[in-house]
């Protein structure tokens, strides 16, 4: 259960919100909408602990994130607004790196790059990739590496409409085995779940 | 692995490599680090010195050896260290500490015939700061610096 | 733990083959290193006796000027296309991870340069009997080079003018490193003993070693944020 | 006392009172960029503040 | 912790800093007049160097602060980094111009005195050599935080580079042992007997003091600042300014 307490988020000397509390429990999404410039991104970044609150704290079942470091990151992916994809890497070599050692068999990244679409790329280096690509290969990161906080920033941007239908369809997958989702995008989301939180800033 | 072991491999990772560190050190001061020799150490061969080579020696201006040409720029001075002596020649302005009895550390080259040949000398003066009269009755043995004076 | 020491051997591979098929990376400080020794002579002459005076200082402070001119690698290009966040979000201490990233880096830069060494060293006339000096006192230096530089890359981070500042802060860092560098080959071929100078330096690598990943994985973080 | 062997300083006039005057120089810098830099946080405060009522 | 944060607000801070200014600047300049009458009037000829000398009574306390100033700016910023107190940043960062100008000094007067003493303007050895890497740490240090636009993210990655030069600081303590150089073994840090005069020992004391209570004036005057631009955002501060004009 990912909680966040009197969450207060600072850029600059410039305030972007204050008193943000909200309870995501397992199996349930949060969808953050919300102009430019309100904090999108910062609050996913502060979720993740990336970025530092001002004030307030992000608590990871029951406690807060900052105490339990590296346990907490175990359990947590995240996709930003970079893809996270090394051009001079293949694809299968990427995504083994992103595992960093961990569950990286070999069956499950080529049955994943399959189901994106990507298996014909396998052996080329990821900078031939075009964007769309790129972006479905970072998404094949939260598929091989079984997280249960998905942190998604934009995940469908640069994404054609069967990627968008495929995307839709791994994040309800993720949701059925209680997993938590956090994103952002300025599509409509059309994922049939028990609770769907809204989150508008401003 | 727990948070609690992380911290204590932490701390014992950087006690490990702090001591490390400490115990080259100490080795480090245990053999001495030069930054000029000796007459001594240049005069017996304990380091061999290249012909040629700039080096910096270090001593005292014996007492009485200063001889300086007429136009006051040659001067030709014996740098001891109480064991060896070593004739040194320079020409150019002293510094005004250059007194006889005094520290001087010089840099140059060294002659076959185990004369000097300095291209520069610089005053090494003590720690002391005290007025002369200070300095005076120091000399005759009645003054001693430091809290020391107020004793009877 | 094997899964720890997992991810450190799988990060150490995915570095040095990045690296290697970008080859003019690992490539461009080492003709640097060896293109500033050449000329030297160039511009005092090539008086044997001079050249081997200055020898230990001029391929000290090449050796300096190279590791600098490396270090943008270290980080940035993992900071630009976003690795190097998915790397902090790891499960793994980015202490540790950092670590691994300055031995792939001392691998790629600070090995080839002690490899070369002996080249340059026969190029500015110095003594074969300095020459395992040079060798083994760069072996022992290199290291501390890299880490102290990761301090500096890591805090520069994104910024701009990024590269100039980078030397800035990290050059005043390196200065010890030079004087018993440099020092312990000047005292190799002046013939005294230069056991203290080796002592310091690894006293130096030991205290690199245990405060720099730590430094530099901080410093990440803040320029992550 | 007498000044002029005063400000001789014994023939290291010139070292002394530089030193000196530099010190000086120093110190009183650091004490006036503060306060220049008061009246231009101030003033810049003051057009911040009365912006900002207009705006709303 | 919760009493560090409350005392620790800037405005509570703002208020103080107010008050506690002019008295330490007072201080200051007694202590400096002081120290200045008795080393310029008082303190009788050195038997060596002469009226040269006099210089040590800017030159040392100058040095001094140099590294002192260092340390306090590597405390704050660590304490800073700790636990996240806003003050604590300020204080660090500026701390640098000071102990910049403070090295300045000590260099420029080190080499005012060296051309006299040692007959050169500028020697290689330890402490000076020292002091120059201590000046490049403080400019790197100061265009670390200029270069870094948000101003939290700037104090806390050069509280971290301030860490790490403060390493440096025990380099040039021990460096006279180390290098056995040319300069002078330190002459009031030795346990047992000083070998200064203490009618020279006073007005260095009285000298640095001076110093001190100057760094910390000048370090409040500047944090009071910072605080009004920082905080330019919050009712306090605008309350503050309708109330002065």
């Not at chain 2, 060896?84 to 007194?99: A, N, Q, S, T």
Request: glycine residues 8%.
């Amino acid at each position: 259960m990912l909680e966040a307490v009197d969450l207060e988020c600072v850029r600059g000397d410039r305030p972007l919100f204050s008193h943000l509390s909200f309870r995501l429990k397992p199996g349930e999404l949060m969808h953050v909408t919300g102009v430019n410039g309100s904090g999108k991104t910062t609050l996913l970044r502060t979720l993740c602990g990336l970025t530092h609150a001002a004030a307030g704290e992000v608590r990871w079942n029951g406690s807060t994130i900052h105490e339990l470091g590296d346990d907490y990151r175990s359990q947590l992916a995240y996709v930003g607004h970079s893809n996270g994809i090394q051009g001079e890497l293949t694809a299968e070599e990427n995504l083994r790196a992103a595992c960093l050692g961990t569950a990286a068999d070999t069956t499950r990244i080529q049955e994943t790059l399959k189901r994106l679409g990507l298996a014909p790329y396998r052996h080329f280096p990821s900078k031939v990739l075009s964007q769309g690509q790129k972006r479905r290969l970072a998404l094949a990161r939260l598929a091989i590496l079984r997280k249960s906080l998905w942190i998604l920033d934009e995940p469908l941007s640069a994404l054609d409409v069967n990627s968008v239908v495929l995307m839709t369809e791994i994040l309800m997958e993720h949701l059925a085995r209680d997993g938590l989702i956090i994103m952002t995008s300025h599509q409509e989301i059309d994922v049939e779940t028990k609770t769907i939180l809204q989150i508008q800033l401003d | 692995m727990k948070t609690r072991h992380k911290r204590l491999a932490i701390i014992v990772t950087g006690v490990v490599g702090l001591t490390v560190a400490g115990l080259f050190v100490l080795n480090a001061f245990r053999s001495n680090l030069v930054f000029f020799y000796s007459p001594t150490e240049v005069l017996e061969g304990k380091v061999s010195v290249p012909a040629g080579k700039t080096i910096r020696i270090g001593g005292l201006v014996e007492k009485g050896s200063v001889q300086r040409s007429p136009d006051g720029l040659k001067v030709d001075f014996v740098v001891t260290d109480l064991n060896k002596k070593l004739p040194v020649h320079y020409e150019g302005i002293l510094p005004d500490l250059f007194r006889e009895g005094q520290g001087v550390v010089t840099q140059g080259r060294l002659q076959p015939d185990n004369t000097f040949v300095a291209s520069e000398v610089l005053a090494k003066h003590d720690e002391k700061y005290m007025p002369p009269e200070a300095a005076q009755a120091l000399k005759g043995g009645t003054f001693t610096p430091g809290g020391e004076t107020k004793k009877p | 733990m094997p899964n720890f020491l997992k991810a450190i051997g799988c990060l150490l591979r995915r570095d040095l083959t990045v690296a290697l098929r970008r080859s003019t990376d690992v490539l461009t400080p080492l003709v640097f290193f060896i293109i500033v020794v050449s000329l030297f002579p160039l511009g005092l002459g090539p008086e044997p006796s001079v050249l081997r005076t200055i020898a230990p200082g001029v391929i000290w402070v090449a050796a300096l000027l190279a590791t600098m001119l490396s270090l943008n690698r270290l980080f940035a290009n993992d900071h630009a296309d976003g690795t190097l966040e998915q790397m902090a979000l790891s499960p793994h201490p980015l202490t540790v991870l950092v670590l691994t990233k300055v031995a792939a880096h001392w691998m790629l830069t600070g090995l080839p340069l002690v490899l070369i060494s002996p080249l340059l060293a026969v190029q500015m006339n110095l003594p074969e009997s300095a020459m395992g000096t040079l060798v083994l006192s760069l072996l022992l230096g290199t290291p501390v080079l890299s880490l102290l530089g990761a301090v500096g890359a890591a805090l520069t981070l994104g910024l701009r003018g990024g590269g100039v500042l980078v030397s800035l802060l990290v050059l005043p860092l390196y200065t010890p490193v030079l004087i018993f560098g440099a020092g312990a080959v000047a005292g190799v071929i002046a013939g005294i003993d230069i056991e203290a100078h080796f002592s310091l330096l690894a006293a130096f690598l030991a205290l690199a070693l245990t405060l720099a990943p730590w430094a530099a994985a901080a410093a990440l973080r803040v320029s992550l944020d | 006392m007498n000044w002029s062997e005063f400000i001789r300083m014994g023939g290291y006039g010139f070292y002394v009172w530089s030193s000196y005057g530099l010190a000086l120089l120093v110190l009183l810098l650091n004490l006036y960029l503060p306060l220049r830099r008061r009246k231009t946080v101030r003033r810049l405060l003051h057009e911040f503040l009365r912006l900002k009522e207009q705006t709303r | 912790m919760q009493y560090m944060h409350k005392y620790a607000s800037p405005k509570f801070f703002y208020t103080l800093a107010g008050k506690l200014t002019p008295w330490m600047a007072a201080l200051t300049a007694v202590l400096l007049v002081a120290g200045l009458y008795l080393g310029l009037f008082v303190a009788p000829v050195d038997f060596q160097q002469g009226e040269s000398y006099r210089i040590m009574f800017i030159h040392v306390p100058a040095a001094w602060m140099s590294m002192f100033i260092y340390v306090c700016m590597a405390g704050a910023g660590a304490i800073a980094l700790v636990w996240n107190v806003k003050l604590f940043e300020m204080f660090a960062g500026n701390c640098a111009p000071v102990g910049a100008s403070f090295t300045f000094l000590a260099l420029v007067t080190g080499s005012l005195w060296g051309k006299p003493m040692w007959g050169a303007w500028w020697a290689w050895d330890a402490r000076l050599t020292s002091e120059l890497i201590l000046f490049f740490l403080y400019i790197g240090y100061m265009a670390l935080e200029a270069s870094i636009d948000d101003p939290r993210r700037a104090a806390r990655a050069s509280a971290i580079l301030a860490l790490v030069g403060v390493v440096n600081i025990p380099v040039i303590h021990f460096s006279v042992e180390w290098w056995n150089t040319l300069h002078q073994p330190a002459s009031v840090g030795k346990v047992g007997t000083p070998s200064i005069h203490p009618s020279m020992l006073a007005p260095l004391l009285l000298m640095s003091l001076g110093f001190t209570f100057y760094f910390f004036t000048v370090a409040l005057m500047r944090m009071r600042n910072e605080i009004l631009e920082r905080e330019r955002h919050t009712t306090w501060v605008a309350q503050l300014l309708e109330s002065k004009s």
